[in-house]
């Protein structure tokens, strides 16, 4: 699916043309996946357009630079200043962002220590690469691993090892199934090629943790908070795949995926989808992104 364009993208500091944000075909990061990144939301709501828990993404993309050792050229700060100007520049109300930081043109080889650290960011009105139907979707079980966390570090959401996500999402999508589950090199459940995975069951809602493979959602964050504020149950534990399967509801979320029930893993059909605990998360999760609950206002950052 083509990116619809915007006008501009914030590229090194600056505000450029969006079809002037190129990179060079030596740039390192390019032949060694040697990047960071974050997918982030611009929600509309009744104050106008606002970033989700920018903060946190912001800081976890610091922190990925760190695991990786690259060093950053802007903080915080700036890049949420960055931010705001983007989104305002472009007119969105309701939109994807995109920031990037990654080894640029200049010297190529294994050897990173010496490249330039590039920083783009980029806006774009798009709903996510899962079907948003009520109904759900369907998972298969990847016969691709997550990574080992003693190979690359997943709790980095770094460039390079994505083809992992990459490869895992197109045997599923071959097969005829929406999305992938990944298993941990241990063979316990991890997460999908973008989204983090909640089970219930008997009313108990239950997520992998970190040490499974699985990213440190920031929306995996939001639901279990969420969960906690609604009396749910939550434990944060490590599931089999047969955990999964004796599920009374399954569902994934992401930054662009928001909140999506799973209806099918491996062709059992789940109970129910979306069940109840599902359809009382997403509502929470809509109202808390749009601002409508006045609880979680200090997740939002204002465009204005």
């Given at each position: ?74 903080g915080?700060?700036?890049l ?30 294994i ?74 090199p ?32 920031i ?47 491996d062709?059992?059909?789940l109970?129910e ?10 509502e ?21």
């Open positions: 699916m083509a990116i619809p364009e915007a006008s501009t993208i914030w590229w090194n500091g600056a505000l450029v043309p969006w079809q002037e944000a190129r990179v060079h075909v030596l740039a390192h990061g390019l032949h060694y996946g040697t990047g960071v990144l974050e997918g982030t939301r611009v929600f509309a709501t009744a104050d106008g357009p606002a970033v989700f828990r920018l903060p946190e993404h912001l800081r976890r993309l610091h922190r990925s630079a760190r695991m990786i050792r690259m060093d950053l050229p802007y915080v700060a700036d949420t200043r960055a931010t705001v100007e983007l989104v305002r520049a472009n007119g969105h109300q309701d939109c994807y962002l995109r920031h990037f930081a990654f080894l640029g043109y200049g010297t190529m080889g050897d990173m220590r010496h490249s330039p650290v590039d920083v783009s960011i980029a806006s774009w009105e798009w709903r996510g690469q899962l079907p948003q139907g009520e109904g759900g979707i369907t998972l298969k079980t990847s016969s691709w691993r997550r990574n080992d966390p003693n190979a690359v570090p997943p709790a980095a959401k770094a460039t390079g090892p994505y083809l992992n996500s990459v490869l895992a999402r197109r045997e599923a999508n071959d097969a005829g199934y929406d999305e992938a589950l990944l298993l941990g241990d063979g316990a459940v991890s997460e999908c090629t973008g989204e983090n995975v909640f089970a219930v069951r008997d009313g108990v809602l239950r997520t992998p943790p970190s040490s499974a493979g699985a990213l440190e959602g929306t995996q964050d939001t639901l279990l908070t969420l969960a906690r504020d609604l009396g749910v149950e939550v434990r944060v534990e490590g599931l089999l795949r047969s955990d999964l399967y004796a599920a009374d509801e399954l569902f994934v979320c992401g930054t662009a995926a928001g909140v999506i029930p799973v209806r099918a893993l062709d059992r059909a109970p989808s979306p069940g109840p605990v599902t359809g009382r998360l997403r929470a999760y809509r109202a808390a992104v749009s601002g409508a609950d006045p609880r979680y206002r200090h997740w939002l950052t204002p465009v204005g």
